[in-house]
């Protein structure tokens, strides 16, 4: 019979501080004349080393309290919040934008009950729970995320709840105020519940839902209900071996029709020696659009992207640094990438034009942690 999974208040007080730099060069072959390699969230510049992303933070235990604070500045933030609604003030309260948020990565308080297995509540801004790549790009196998990570979204603001059913089998239940949202931008609150099932080094898997009124107030397609179903699980056949598939499907009946999509991963990853690894993946995403609708994930005209991503990663201090090499090559079903002399200047009124269908690079990224 499996064991139950009880919460022990540790013994003393203890504060974990936890960072990270993540810095890279990156060739794109296709040499973009405004240096944009497009549609790639956070490794997005050519011809130059660039800073992406560095955190810092910290968590704590304090008895029945477990909570996380973690800050950010570099390239990835303006990414990361570029989906955040932009709302008002007023004379007594302050207006809000993704410029009010951008440096905090994560940040939530949490209490774990006293009840026979660990029953977790937490309040504040957490990470996604879709998919199995994060932010941290020391805990991917890749340097570049997918695009199912650059697409689907990157946080929610709410409530969630975490019982532990078993030490391997876990649920969560959560209300968001939405899609990237910190403060929403309608009226209804998002829902999503989880199962997780975890064996430490063998096997890491997850099923979600995730459901609620996403477009913002007065959209043309109504205030109708966008559900996403995802699953991921990561098999681990041997120590230097380790593969993964990952799958998120989804739909939005609205007022124009049914917008919808369904995208899929595989990854593997191969560790010859304790400071080489060797890392794959291929992904593929696409997404239906009724006439007159705004697209969800792409714009407009695209039905499908795929990329194909290989990675190697050295690692001389295993626990602490990784250096890695990564070619990738993009493409969609129209042009969303730049090649060339690109048309326009990239001002207000007048954007670049993105001329291109496909895209490849190679990047060299250098992270460290603690």
Known sequence: MAQSAAYSPPAA??????????????????????????????????????LENVALGASWRIDRVDSKLLLQVGSTPATYYSGEPSLPGAAGANASDASLWRFVQEAHVGWHAPTPNDLFFE???????????????????????????????????????????????????????????????????????????????????????????????G??????????????????????????????????????????????????????????WIAARGDYFREHVPPGATPIFWPMGTSWVTSGTLTVDFRPTPDNLSVRLEYRHDRADAPIYFRGAVAGTGAAGDPYVPNARSQDTLTLGATAWF
Not at 15 to 42: A, C, H, K, L, M
Request: charged share 20%; aromatic share 14%; no cysteine.
């Open 13 to 50: 007080s203890t504060i974990t501080p936890t960072g990270y730099v993540e810095t890279y060069y990156q060739w794109n072959f296709d040499e973009p004349s405004n240096g944009i390699t497009n549609y790639r969230g956070f490794d997005n510049r050519h011809d130059s080393v660039t």
């Open 123 to 217: 309040m504040g801004l957490f990470a996604s729970p879709i998919g199995p790549e994060v932010l941290a790009i020391n805990q991917d196998w890749n340097w570049s995320r997918s695009n199912m990570f650059f697409a689907l979204p990157f946080y929610h603001t709410g409530l969630r709840a975490t019982y532990a059913v078993t030490d391997e089998l876990s649920t969560t239940l959560a209300a968001y105020d939405g899609w990237n949202s910190v403060v929403d931008d309608n009226q209804e609150k998002s829902v999503s519940g989880s199962l997780a099932y975890k064996v430490a080094n063998r096997i890491n898997a997850q099923v979600l839902y995730f459901g609620g009124i996403e477009r913002p107030a």
């Open 219 to 276: 959209a043309p397609e109504g205030p109708y209900w966008r559900h996403d179903f995802d699953a991921y699980v990561e098999v681990d056949p041997a120590d230097e071996v380790n593969l993964m598939a990952h799958a998120n499907a989804g739909l939005e009946p609205n007022r124009l029709g049914t917008s919808a999509w369904y995208a899929g991963a595989l990854y593997a990853r191969l560790e010859p020696l304790r400071w080489l």
